[in-house]
């Protein structure tokens, strides 16, 4: 019997389990820090940056009268890929009604022309926003996102936030937006 491959086996099994439960300790830590930036009602971080297509988005004094996700993500991410297809969805069906997304990508370095595809490919015809810095993305930075998929539901007119992080996914990001979007209808 080859006890090496045995002992090899279990160690890697080990370092799979440590590895895991640390990436769920740095997931709950990470939105409460998340949390303590950002608040529904809070005003939104205002943030300049340059789209992968070369504009200039000023957030959120670019949206008024729009309703606004900051959808931070990454094409490596299973769950952001999942969210994918509700995200598009959702603008298909509220863009002409006042609903908009910019995209934060938190893709590794080196990885513009594998996000443009991915881009094209989905359909994603918002602004999408790549400074090749991984997790330290500097607008991810001042947002304490830590944790992907990561959106934040906007009104541009204020600034502040409507809903975020799960509260702004699935079913539920498609009811914010109406919600939103009814009561902006209001004013």
Not at 107 to 127: E, H, T, Y
């Amino acid at each position: 019997m080859n006890t090496s491959k045995t002992g090899n086996h279990s160690f890697f099994l080990l370092a799979s389990v440590a590895a895991l439960l640390t990436c769920f300790a740095v997931i709950a830590r990470d939105r409460s820090a998340a949390s303590s930036v950002i608040a529904v009602g809070q005003k939104a971080i205002p943030f300049h940056a340059k789209s992968v297509d070369g504009k200039t988005i000023n957030f959120p004094d670019d949206y008024k009268g729009r309703i606004v996700l900051l959808d931070f993500w990454a094409t490596w991410c299973p769950p952001c890929r999942a969210e994918l297809p509700n995200v598009v969805d959702v603008y298909n069906q509220y863009h002409d009604k006042g609903f908009d997304v910019v995209s934060v990508s938190l893709d590794q370095p080196r990885q513009g022309p594998a996000l443009m595809q991915f881009v094209k490919d989905n359909k994603m015809s918002w602004p999408q926003i790549y400074d090749g810095r991984y997790w330290e993305a500097a607008i991810a930075v001042q947002y304490g996102v830590h944790s992907i998929p990561f959106p934040v539901l906007v009104d541009g007119d204020t600034g502040a936030v409507i809903a975020f992080d799960t509260d702004a996914r699935g079913d539920d990001l498609a009811k914010a937006v109406k919600r939103a979007l009814a009561a902006k209808a209001k004013k």
